[in-house]
Structure formats: structure tokens, C-alpha cells
């Protein structure tokens, strides 16, 4: 379980000014699910990611899986796919290992599964961008991650691109049961990825609403039934339309929306 109970999280200087980007988080993540956390630019998504993935301890609250900080084990992939240019795809993923005696034949079979079997040897430069992404997927499994932590990693990429990087990553994902949370400020893309869907509130943020996802899998954010959700949840929280959802609001809503 993925205990997050972030108190408040401020950065010291806006002008002069302490920003205070989190207030009152909380979230809960059951071992293996998907749970997705949409909110409006800016209002501190990847702020929350580097607190769970330990790359800011400065701030006051608890987070915890299974009942210890996250240290190790955690897999990350960003909006960029931070490959080391001067590395070929099969040593990029080869560089997150230690010495695990199994890891060189996974980071293989997970490139093969990737359909970058033929491109081992090749430097990211003469990659496409999809390319590249699945590279950093790949990388962030290879360490076989008991908490896989994603900050938008398939924006800026055409939609027939990301579609086919998130069937890789759903595909993936069932085959290994890692626990993952993924950000998006795309509503479509966390119905179509998510088990759950954590709705954050503008600065400074705190979950506002939770919407279990009950849609069979595979779903693209193009499906009709993906599609006829998004439109329900807007038309029940036209709040979250606006990513304006008011922080002022009491308590944490859960919705049970009918779902197909
Ligand atoms: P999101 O990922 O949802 O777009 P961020 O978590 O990146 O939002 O940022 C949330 C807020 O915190 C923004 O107002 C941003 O300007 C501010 N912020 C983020 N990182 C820093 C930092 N290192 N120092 C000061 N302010 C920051
Ligand atoms: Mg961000």
C-alpha cells in the first residue's frame, strides 16, 4: 500500500514570497493498481511525484510503502526520456542495473517486448521520439520497481504514438503488477490508463475528487466509452472543467458514476 499524507509542501522563494504547493494531500494506492492524478498545469503534480519518489524530502507529512519510505525500488519516467546520448539503447537501460545477475537478459527481453530488438546497438539521437519513450520504458521496468512514478511521459508525441506506447505500458504493467502513479493533465488519457483517478485542485493542491475507473481494458482515450465518462464526470464536476476546482471545498468527494 502507498500511504501518502503530505501536511504541506512550500518552496521557499516566488518573489520573495513562500509558494505553498500542497496542502492536505492524501492518497491511497493499493498494491498493483494504476492510479492516475489529474490537475491544472501548474498546480503541482510533479511536485508531488519528487516527494513520493524521495527526489525532495522537504516537506511535512508521511509517505510510505508498505509501511516504510519508498527508498529503492522506484522506477521513474519523466516527459523527457532522459537518454544518455553517448550510450546505445541496450546500455541505457543497462545503466540503471546494479549487479543484478538477472538484469542484462531482462533489459534484452523488455527491449524485444518494446520492439527495439533490431535497434540494441543504435545511439537515441537516430531514434524517433516514440522510439525514445520506449527506451525510458523499458528502463524503468528493468529494475523490476515496486512503485513506478510517471510524470507525463507521452505528451508532445502524435496521438497514434502515445496510443501505442500506452497499450505497451498497460501490457506491461499486467504482466508485472507493479504499483504505478501516473500524472496527466490530459482527463482522457487517465480514464483510459487508470484503475483510479485521484482529481487535484489548484495551489495549493489536495486530492478533491476520487473516481474509480471500472471500464474494461484495452481503452483509448478515442473509445466512446472512455469518452462517454469524461463527459459525465465533466457534466457531474464542471469544476474540474476549468482545473479550477476549489480547494476551499470541504471534504474529499468519491463519485460512483454508472460506468458500462
Ligand atoms: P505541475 O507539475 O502540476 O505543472 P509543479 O509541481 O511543477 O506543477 O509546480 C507547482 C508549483 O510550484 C508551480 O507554481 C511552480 O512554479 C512551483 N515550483 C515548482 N518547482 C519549484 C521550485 N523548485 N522552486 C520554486 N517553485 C517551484
Ligand atoms: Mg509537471
Redesign the pocket.
Known sequence: MLEIDIARKS?P??GGQP?L?LEALRMRVRPGEFACVV?P???????LLNLVGGLDADFQGRIALDGQPPAGGVGFMFQEPRLMPWLTVLDNVRLVLGDDPGGPERARQLLAAMELGDVLDAFPGRLSGGMQRRVALARAFVIEPRLLLMDEPFVSLDAPTADRLRTMLVEIWRERQTTVLFVTHDLREALALGDRVFFLSG?PARVVLELPVRLDRPRSPANPAVQALQQAVLERHPELLAGLANAADDAIEETELEQP
Do not use: I, V
Not at 498545469?41 to 510533479?46: D, M, N, P, V
Open positions: 518552496y522563494d516566488r509558494h504547493a490537475g498545469s501548474g498546480c503541482g503534480k510533479s511536485t495551489a
